[in-house]
């Protein structure tokens, strides 16, 4: 059975930094894209970032676009999110999912999601 497990989320300051860690299991891990998105009260789950299968490629959100970056290690099934630079605006649940081989930014295209991780900025 599929599991995709997050971590790293906690409180940190303004302009401080987190790294997310995603643990995947039950798939093939290196055969499928990998993306993070994150949900806040209130608000519709939203991308953030994303890498294929490979790592040849990968997508940001412009919020993060300079702040954040996707990285994968295939050996250990496991991708990652480096966030620098936090702001409060990112406070919100983030969670990890997969979806064969294509890259997305859609959520709905994705069939794997973790249980999410709390990222909490204050400022």
């Known amino acids: 059975q599929v599991q995709l497990v997050e971590s790293g989320g906690g409180l940190v300051q303004a302009g401080g930094s987190l790294r997310l860690s995603c643990a995947a299991s039950?798939?093939?891990?290196?055969?499928?894209?990998m993306g993070w998105f994150r949900q806040a009260p209130g608000k519709e789950r939203e991308f953030v970032a994303v890498i294929s299968w490979n790592a040849g490629s990968t997508y940001y959100a412009d919020v993060v676009k300079g702040r954040f970056t996707i990285s994968r290690d295939n050996v250990k099934n496991t991708g990652y999110l480096q966030m620098n630079s936090l702001k409060s605006e990112d406070t919100a649940v983030y969670y990890c999912?997969?979806?064969?081989?294509?890259?997305?930014?859609?959520?709905?295209?994705?069939?794997?999601w973790g249980q999410g991780t709390q990222v909490t900025v204050s400022s």
């Open positions: 039950g798939l093939p891990f290196s055969n499928y894209a």
């Open positions: 999912a997969a979806r064969p081989f294509t890259v997305s930014t859609m959520p709905n295209d994705f069939g794997s």
